[in-house]
C-alpha cells in the first residue's frame, strides 16, 4: 500500500503499483486522480483509488448487462456469464439490481449492500471490499437489497458517478467485472454506463422483446456523448432460443440498433433449477454451463478486437 502521509511521483507510483509508466499515467488521467497534471500523487489519494497486490494488477473489463424491458434474462446471463468466465479469470459480478435477484442466490438477508458504498445523500460509505462475498472460486460479488430503488434523484453533480468512484479502488483485483443492471432507465443505470467499459444487451427470441430497444440504444449514445466515450456497445445476446423460426425476422430489427453475438443461449431446464436449488450451474448440468463458455469466449474475442 502506499503511505498516506507520502508523495509519489508518477514513477514511483507507477512502480508501486506493477505498470509501466504509460499505462499509470492513462489510468490517472482517465480516472482523474488528483495529481496526475502535475505527476505528483498523495499516498493516501492513491490509495482511494487502487488497491495494490503485490503478486499481480489487472486491467479490468466492466461490462454491464442491461436492456430496459424485464424478462430478457438480464441477470441469468450476468450469473453465468460471470460463473463461465470465472473458470479461467477473476471475476466480479456486481449485482445493481435493487431486485437483488442474483445477491438472493448466494447470501442470507441483512446483510450489507451496494447501498451502503456509495455515499448517496451525504450518507456515510463503507469501501466496497468490505462487503464484497466470495460465492465460487474466482468469483466475488457485491450484493444488492431493495434500498437500491431508492437511488432515483440526482442530489449532486457526482451522483451519476457513486459507482464508478466505488469501483475504482479494487479494479486492479479482477479481469472482469460484470454489472447486472435493472430493468429501467434512470439515474441507477446510467450508474452502471458511467461506471461501464462495455455494455451487452440481452434481448429473448420473442418477437416483442424489441419494445424498448430504440430507448436504450438512444441511452447509450446520450451517455457515450455526454459522460463516458470509452463506453463501446458489444451487442445483443439471444436468449431462451428455442428453434430457427423463433429468431424469423428478430436478429434483423436487433442489427437496426445493435450487432449481434453468433453464439445463442438455448432454452434450458437446468437454468431455473440451479436457480430454484440456489446452487451454480457447473453442478447442474455442464452442457449448459458449456453454452455460457462459448458466449464468453466470444466476448472475450471482442474485447482482444477492441484492443486492437
Not at 504509460?22 to 505527476?39: N, R
Not at 489487472?58 to 454491464?64: K, P
Not at 434523484?153 to 479482477?174: A, G, V
Request: aromatic fraction near 8%; proline fraction near 4%; charged fraction near 25%.
Amino acid at each position: 500500500m502506499f503511505e498516506d502521509n507520502l508523495d509519489y511521483s508518477s514513477e514511483e507510483a507507477a512502480r508501486i503499483m506493477r505498470q509501466d509508466l504509460k499505462a499509470f499515467l492513462d489510468h490517472a488521467k482517465e480516472f482523474k486522480i488528483p495529481g496526475f497534471k502535475v505527476g505528483k500523487f498523495k499516498g493516501s489519494v492513491l490509495n482511494k483509488y487502487y488497491e495494490v497486490h503485490s503478486s499481480e494488477y489487472f486491467d479490468s473489463h466492466v461490462i454491464a448487462i442491461s436492456n430496459q424491458k424485464g424478462g430478457e434474462g438480464k441477470t441469468t446471463i450476468s450469473l453465468y456469464l460471470s460463473e463461465a468466465l470465472a473458470l479461467e479469470h477473476r471475476v466480479l459480478l456486481v449485482d445493481w439490481d435493487p431486485q437483488a435477484n442474483a445477491t438472493q442466490l448466494f447470501l442470507k438477508n441483512d446483510i450489507p449492500s451496494v447501498m451502503d458504498c456509495l455515499g448517496y445523500r451525504g450518507r456515510k460509505s463503507k469501501p466496497l471490499k468490505d462487503i464484497i462475498k466470495n460465492v465460487l472460486p474466482n468469483l466475488d460479488i457485491v450484493p444488492s437489497s431493495l434500498e437500491l430503488a431508492n437511488l432515483t434523484t440526482p442530489y449532486e453533480r457526482d451522483d451519476f458517478e457513486l459507482l464508478k468512484e466505488s469501483l475504482l479502488p479494487i479494479r486492479s483485483e479482477y479481469e472482469y467485472i460484470i454489472i447486472d443492471c435493472p430493468p429501467s432507465l434512470g439515474l441507477i443505470l446510467e450508474n452502471a454506463l458511467i461506471a461501464a467499459d462495455y455494455i451487452l444487451v440481452p434481448i429473448q427470441t420473442r418477437a416483442f422483446s424489441l419494445q424498448g430497444i430504440k430507448d436504450l440504444y438512444e441511452t447509450i449514445l446520450k451517455i457515450q456523448k455526454k459522460a463516458n466515450q470509452r463506453l463501446t456497445l458489444l451487442g445483443a445476446v439471444l436468449n431462451q432460443y428455442e428453434s430457427q423460426k423463433a429468431l424469423t425476422g428478430l436478429a434483423e430489427g436487433i442489427k437496426k440498433y445493435f450487432p449481434v453475438f453468433e453464439t445463442v443461449i438455448a432454452r434450458r431446464e437446468s437454468i431455473p433449477q440451479a436457480q430454484a436449488k440456489m446452487t451454480h450451474l457447473a453442478k447442474i448440468d455442464n452442457a449448459t454451463l458449456k453454452n455460457f463458455k462459448d458466449l464468453a469466449n466470444e466476448l472475450k474475442e471482442k474485447l482482444n478486437v477492441e484492443k486492437k
